[in-house]
């Protein structure tokens, strides 16, 4: 059974930082692509970014201001967020699914979510 588990999010200005962590079960991490999604109030969740092994892959709102990385050795996968704006507000998701893709339909277990919130 695929569990995912969120941290990392909170308060902080524009231009700030924060770093989310996606911990998750048994081999997960090297079994499936591990994505970030957020959902901003109002709206579906669009990607952000998402990861397998070495490869990465990014949303068009993450390019040159967040970095997904993976630690293998605790499981878990971090979203390094820098430059952060306040339209990046909103509940990030990290999911699971069996293939590189943008659409979260495409992802089959979701963790329970870390809310991030950018004051102007």
């Known amino acids: 059974q695929v569990q995912l588990v969120e941290s990392g999010g909170g308060l902080v200005q524009a231009g700030g930082s924060l770093r989310l962590s996606c911990a998750a079960s048994g081999n997960v991490i090297n079994t499936y692509v591990i994505g970030w999604f957020r959902q901003a109030p109002g709206k579906e969740r669009d990607f952000v970014a998402g990861i397998r092994w070495t490869s990465t892959y990014y949303g068009d709102s993450a390019q040159d201001r967040f970095t997904i990385s993976v630690d293998n050795a605790k499981k878990t996968v971090h979203l390094q967020m820098n430059s952060l704006k306040p339209e990046d507000t909103g509940v990030y998701y990290c999911?699971?699914?069996?293939?590189?893709?943008?659409?979260?339909?495409?992802?089959?277990?979701w963790g329970q979510g870390t809310r991030v919130t950018v004051s102007a």
């Open positions: 999911a699971a699914g069996p293939a590189f893709s943008r659409l979260p339909e495409n992802f089959n277990s």
